[in-house]
């Protein structure tokens, strides 16, 4: 079954910007009807959904991140990112990568841990 | 605060069965076709266990099983088991906006 690997640096520096990406194995990012998804969990606290691509490239964003996010797909490495600008102690979070299957998230990675600190 | 809210915990004995809520509007929850929830353990991803109102991916035991009452979607879980121990997350999906909504996770305590 499709595996979901998140990847990325931990440790992200104040008003900088977070960038990870997510490979998808054990099936193309493009077969299917799915959508990819990003979302995050900050310690202790529920989670929030970031954004989501097709492999079209059409995207869409939570509206509190849209002027902060860029979703991207590369099809030929099977791999979606996620850029998150101007960051603050708040994005500290653990960032999870996620197929959508039309209303639900049914393949998630293990999530990766991004520390926001000079 | 999020969207959704669940209680922050609930416990069962084992054998028992327990519900967690989910409150929302009815512009999310209230319309009940894409309610979800997912099963998370320390340290993991979470797992979905419903979507779509009443569905359960394979492997998903049917002691898990959902139910709504106008803005308010319920996991029911029956026959507690040790296992069962984790966070619980509701979530729900808009069509008309493309977003997802979570609840704040409820804590099962099995004792």
């Known amino acids: 079954q499709v595996q979901l690997q998140e990847s990325g640096p931990g440790l992200v520096k104040p008003s900088q910007t977070l960038s990870l990406t997510c490979t998808v194995s054990?099936?193309?990012?493009?077969?299917?009807?799915?959508?990819w998804s990003w979302i995050r969990q900050p310690a202790g606290k529920g989670l929030e959904w970031i954004g989501r691509?097709?492999?079209?490239?059409?995207?869409n964003y939570n509206p509190s991140l849209k002027s902060r996010v860029t979703i991207s797909v590369d099809t030929s490495k099977d791999q979606f990112s996620l850029k998150l600008s101007s960051v603050t102690a708040a994005d500290t979070a653990v960032y999870y990568c996620?197929?959508?299957?039309?209303?639900?998230?049914?393949?998630w990675g293990q999530g990766t841990l991004v520390t926001v600190s000079s | 605060q999020s969207a959704l809210t669940q209680p922050a915990s609930v416990s069962g004995s084992p054998g028992q069965s327990i519900t967690i809520s989910c409150t929302g509007t009815?512009?999310?929850?209230?319309?009940?076709?894409?309610v979800s929830w997912y099963q998370q353990h320390p340290g993991k991803a979470p797992k979905l266990i419903i979507y779509?109102?009443?569905n359960r991916p394979s492997g998903v035991p049917d002691r898990f099983s959902h139910s709504n009452s106008g803005n308010t979607a319920s996991l029911t879980i029956s026959g507690l088991q040790a296992e069962d121990e984790a966070d619980y997350y509701c979530?729900?999906?808009?069509?008309?906006?493309?977003?997802?909504?979570f609840g704040g996770g409820t804590k099962l305590t099995v004792l």
């Open positions: 054990a099936g193309s990012i493009s077969s299917g009807r799915y959508y």
């Open positions: 979530s729900s999906y808009t069509s008309s906006t493309t977003n997802w909504v």
């Open positions: 779509e109102v009443s």
């Open positions: 996620a197929r959508t299957s039309g209303s639900y998230f049914n393949h």
């Open positions: 691509i097709y492999t079209s490239g059409s995207t």
């Open positions: 009815s512009s999310d929850v209230g319309d009940y076709k894409y």
